[in-house]
């Protein structure tokens, strides 16, 4: 165990720790804010440097339970992990190419996972080597994610996969891909699907990177002709897929978010001392100056709630109601009203493609990624509706 | 300080006499002039404490504080409860923080008793030269709009002494000082002016202690018009959700259509933003820290903003009946534009955000660190 994991009962002592460390080999924050616009390459370099600088400390996993080679920290000292990094600028790995194999995998597979899959894929995650990637949405599945229609048919002890996804974040980097594909047509839709763990480099296997509207990568297609996956590496029982997917998409939510909102907080201070130091015109103009206070105070709301969530979370192990649905629209939209009034406060100046200081045309066009992924707001104002408030469907 | 629990039984005690007390039907009663269920309230308030719930035990209070008031400020809002509440608990609430003076005791305790109602300004946070002056010991002059009861037995009123601004506390006599109200949109509360003809202040504040005062009475004012706003949003949302699920239209309940659905859930999402904001500016109070005031006046903006906008959106969704006098949504959207208004505006109060922030970051200080 490290010297910063060896502080955890001591939660400042801890912080403190931590902050050395970060302050010594964090990169700057301006090296996370060019990376992700930078070429594919240097992003996966980057990224990959990181997470093993991290992974040196035995910090790759530390949310993990240590039986599976985690570190076993509590809520809180996560929450404390994701404050440190953010009061520098840093983001964590779990926001970039190892989110899935950060939260996902282990979400999936700590609850549904045989001994062999654990023992398999999870020490690859905790070294930090690792990158997995979703294979759930496809063209005709989005929000209608159970209608997915690609083909696993059994053939002796392999399954035949043939198909096509979508959407899959950082799939052109990933090793391995946790896959949702139909066993079972005649059935009802939720219960033909069956869950499976995708080594990308099987024969049949074909990654085409889709260019967003912010030119670059994120995301890419993956084509799936005659793919053989042994039986063993199916999570669940055949048909179980989508009761198995519920744990993956619950994984989605806390941390990543609270990650979100704790940068959103220092960007928002940031932009005040600049425009403080630069007498920015727009602090000047009474309208953006006010609905810079108004996001101000929103963001403050934001965090409050996100603390409560992970914070009950903690107390009550995961049995939470709508919260996640609240933090995911307050966040994501919070996020693309900050980039549009940054835009707006920046006049002509920020409309080049690499304008001098922050890129905030950048950060609007991308910010549409937050409000239409992982759950497009629409589904999860229907969560709100329907589950919060039980309105009929 | 009181404790999660005890606000919580609290909250349910007070929630249950207004559901009796202060029903719809006796609402519509008060405002339609056949009973005087402000007086009816204020006396029942006085009987259970209410009047005293945040002041301290040697003024004779519950000693709840700014957490109790907050509680009670709530349910008040939640039945759109009449009564001149927020102008008076603000008021003995800073004037409790005062040096002793010596109608101290005395008033407290005809306030405790539901014998006095106080008066203030109806925008503490809108500073502009006092429109009262003090001469040779006398006040002269007229001032409006006060947040206040029409029989209001005292007003807290700042004043011009010379170049300086005082604040005084005054009795409404009905000759020197009088009161008058003008009819306000708001049915559930009154807006009055202060005409003073040479009334002789009962107390006039220390000179140090004006700006003291004016800033004790600014926060608790916009935090108990924030409050007043979480509580008549959430009221009004749910009797909302409830109505949408009973109509009928197109053969099934309008609570069914999506695009109600997704309106629905937006107001969802700010009604938990007004919350949490407000939740941000009651501790800040109670820690009475240097971003006190910050937070007061950002959460001021953020409640009354969602809830003005809540309230119409929740008129819009009862369709025709919304936009009658017989139910109750007008009473909720006239609060809402009511409260809006009071303290100081939504623009106002972000500038003194702005000021608060900026001053902060002068100093090197963060003002959103939360405890973990």
């Known amino acids: ?393 | 300080m009181a404790a999660d629990e005890d606000l919580d039984a609290l909250a349910a005690g007070i929630a249950e006499v207004l559901a009796a007390e202060c029903s719809s039907e006796r609402l519509h009663a008060f405002i339609d002039g056949r009973v005087d269920l402000d007086r009816t309230l204020w006396r029942q308030a006085a009987e259970l404490g209410w009047l005293g719930i945040g002041l301290p035990g040697e003024c004779g209070g519950l000693d709840l504080g700014d957490a109790g008031l907050a509680v009670l400020h709530r349910e008040l809002g939640r039945r759109v409860a009449p009564g001149p509440f927020i102008c008076t608990l603000a008021a003995v609430q800073a004037l409790a923080a005062l040096e002793d003076f010596p109608l101290r005791r005395a008033l407290f305790e005809r306030v405790i008793a539901g014998q006095a109602s106080i008066a203030i300004p109806a925008t503490v946070m809108d500073s502009g030269a006092p429109a009262l002056r003090i001469e040779a010991g006398r006040l002269q002059g007229r001032l409006e709009p006060l947040l206040g009861a029409v029989d209001a037995a005292f007003a807290l009123v700042p004043a011009r002494a010379g170049a300086d601004e005082t604040w005084v506390l005054l009795e409404i006599d009905g000759i020197a000082a009088r009161i008058a109200a003008r009819a306000a949109w708001d049915p559930t509360r009154t807006l009055v002016a202060l005409d003073c003809d040479g009334a002789v202040p009962a107390q006039v504040v220390a000179a140090g202690d004006a700006a003291t005062l004016r800033r004790d009475l600014a926060r608790q004012q916009a935090i108990a018009v924030v409050f007043d706003c979480i509580g008549a949003a959430g009221a009004v949302f749910d009797l909302t959700i409830e109505y949408m699920k009973t109509r009928v239209q197109f053969d099934r309940p309008i609570a069914s259509f999506q695009a109600l659905k997704h309106r629905v859930a937006n107001l969802r999402v700010r009604l938990e933003s007004s919350g949490q904001i407000a939740t941000q500016a009651l501790d800040a109070m109670v820690a009475n820290g240097a971003d006190a005031d910050l937070w007061a006046a950002l959460a001021k903006a953020e409640a009354g903003d969602h809830y003005s906008f809540i309230a119409g959106e929740c008129v819009q969704l009862h369709g025709g009946v919304g936009f009658t006098w017989a139910l109750d949504c007008h009473l909720y959207q006239k609060r809402a534009k009511l409260n809006q208004a009071l303290v100081a505006t939504s623009a106002r109060c972000r500038d003194l955000g702005a000021h608060g922030l900026i001053e902060a970051m002068r100093a090197g200080r963060s003002t959103s660190e939360l405890p973990l």
Not at chain 1, 349 to 355: H, M, R, S, V
Request: proline share 5%.
């Open chain 1, 1 to 393: 165990m490290s010297d910063i994991l060896e502080l955890r009962d001591d939660l400042p002592a801890f912080r403190a720790a931590l902050r050395a460390w970060l302050t010594a080999n964090a990169p700057p924050a301006a090296e996370f804010e060019r990376i992700v616009r930078a070429d594919p390459t240097d992003y996966e370099a980057f990224q990959r440097r990181w997470m093993s600088a991290l992974a040196g400390i035995g910090m790759a996993t530390p949310h993990w339970p240590v039986e599976y080679g985690g570190a076993g920290l509590s809520l809180r000292h996560q929450m404390v992990v994701v404050d440190e990094m953010a009061r520098i600028g840093a983001r964590s790995p779990a926001s970039s190419i190892f989110m899935i194999a950060l939260h996902h995998v282990p979400g999936t597979l700590f609850a549904w996972g045989t001994p062999e899959q654990k023992a398999r894929y999870l020490p690859g995650i905790s070294r930090g080597e690792d990158v997995w990637c979703q294979g759930f949405s496809e063209p005709g599945a989005g929000s209608d994610l159970a209608s997915l229609r690609t083909r696993a048919e059994r053939d002796g002890d392999h399954y035949v996969v043939n198909g096509q996804k979508v959407w899959s974040s950082h799939s052109r980097y990933a090793r391995y891909c946790i896959l949702l594909a139909r066993t079972d047509p005649k059935v009802k839709k939720h219960a033909g699907i069956s869950y499976f763990l995708l080594d990308m480099r099987l024969p049949g296997v074909e990654v085409r990177p889709l260019k967003q509207a912010t030119g670059r990568s994120e995301f890419s297609e993956i084509f799936l002709t005659d793919v053989r996956i042994p039986v063993q590496e199916r999570v669940g029982e055949e048909g179980q897929g989508w009761q198995v997917a519920q744990s993956t998409l619950a994984a989605e939510r806390g941390v990543l978010f609270y990650e979100n909102a704790e940068h959103l907080r220092y960007r928002l201070e940031a932009v005040m001392r600049d425009a403080l130091a630069s007498d920015a015109a727009w602090l000047r103009d009474d309208q953006l100056r006010r609905e810079f206070m108004a996001l101000f105070a929103e963001q403050q709301a934001l965090r409050r709630l996100g603390h409560r969530m992970l914070l009950a979370d903690e107390a009550t192990s995961g049995k939470h109601d709508i919260t996640p649905a609240l933090v995911k629209i307050t966040m994501t939209e919070l996020e693309q009203r900050a980039a549009d009034l940054f835009v707006r406060a920046g006049g002509i100046d920020k409309q080049y493609l690499e304008p001098d200081g922050t890129n905030p045309l950048f950060d609007y066009i991308d910010s549409f990624g937050g409000t239409i992924a992982a759950g497009s707001n629409e589904i999860m104002r229907n969560i709100i509706a329907e589950r919060g408030l039980g309105m009929p469907r």
